[in-house]
């Protein structure tokens, strides 16, 4: 079986035979699976009616257990975001009715951020549309393989830690 890697790769193997041509077999697969990707977890979260983004915050929050709230600080390193974006995520997750800001008991000039029980009730559906979606993309390897995937893309993730 080719793929469209197959076809970049032997082109550029014909216009630069002198490159090692290995990453862009790896890389390209990786980023055109994001891509797809990406677009499996909007369908999914669609029918929610919610982005990506949101979900991340919601997830974030959900994965804190009960009472499911957390500092904006704390969600910064959860989603990877800068702290204006997440001041936007959190105002408009707010106006959704889907979080709520509470003054922090241990910090009196902190909030808390906790998920509303729309919010919940929410990111409990979206994440398991999203799990169904994905175990669909997987349904067809066999376990082994799965498990080395998990072990080989873990591997590649930590060097960028």
Known sequence: ??????????????ERPDLDLEPVEIFSRIDRLAHKLARVRSDAFAAYGVEGWEFDVLAALRRAGDPYELSPGRLLHETLVTSGTMTNRVDRLTDRGFVERY???????????????????????????????????????????????????????????
């Open 1 to 14: 079986m080719r793929d469209d890697v197959d076809d970049l790769s032997e082109a550029w193997a014909r």
């Open 103 to 161: 003054p922090d008991p241990e910090d009196r000039r902190g909030v808390l951020v906790r998920l509303t029980p729309e919010g919940k009730e929410c990111v409990d559906g979206a994440f398991a549309a999203l799990l169904a979606a994905e175990a669909r993309l997987l349904a067809d390897l066999p376990e082994d393989v799965r498990d080395l995937l998990v072990t080989h893309l873990r591997s590649l993730l930590l060097r960028f830690n």
